[in-house]
């Protein structure tokens, strides 16, 4: 496009007129070329543009796997803490059952291995008979 502008001035200082020694044919070439400088110019403005949104749409999109990774490794974390926390449950649980005596226990010792089993978080289910609640909501005594 420089060269083209350099060329005009250069050939108009010279006093050639281009206008008076092109034919119809010339011009047509002229505006043709012209025509496509023009769309070449705004292909190239077009392109920068879609390139840019290209790589912001990248970098969003990076930005977008980071965060999905620190909550992948959150909630990775979360689950094993949780597992942690269960198997020691699960351990305390079976300590207590463990620690209770094979021998008949008075009605308050097992009152309160009942009452351990329970802050334990054991269900009803898993306890023993006597620490089963009735249909009342009651402990059974």
């Given at each position: 496009?420089?060269?083209?502008?350099?060329?005009?001035?250069?050939?108009w200082r010279a006093g050639v007129q281009i206008g008076?020694?092109?034919?119809?044919?010339?011009?047509?070439?002229?505006?043709?070329?012209v025509v496509l400088v023009l769309l070449l110019a705004t292909c190239a403005q077009q392109s920068a543009k879609d390139a840019k949104h290209a790589r912001?749409?990248?970098e969003e999109r990076a930005l977008e796997l980071d965060r999905a990774r620190k909550a992948d490794?959150?909630?990775?974390?979360?689950?094993?803490f949780?597992?942690?926390?269960?198997?020691?449950?699960?351990?305390?649980?079976?300590?207590?059952?463990?620690?209770l005596p094979d021998?008949?226990?008075?009605?308050?010792?097992?009152?309160?291995?009942?009452?351990?089993l329970r802050d334990q978080g054991t269900r009803d289910t898993d306890l023993p008979a006597?620490?089963?609640?009735d249909r009342r909501g009651q402990a059974a005594r």
């Open positions: 496009m420089a060269g083209l502008v350099l060329f005009i001035r250069s050939a008076r020694s092109l034919s119809v044919l010339g011009w047509t070439v002229v505006a043709l070329a912001r749409a990248a490794t959150k909630a990775s974390d979360d689950r094993l949780d597992i942690q926390v269960n198997l020691n449950r699960e351990k305390e649980r079976t300590d207590a059952v463990s620690t021998a008949p226990s008075s009605p308050v010792q097992r009152r309160l291995y009942c009452v351990w006597d620490c089963r609640s």
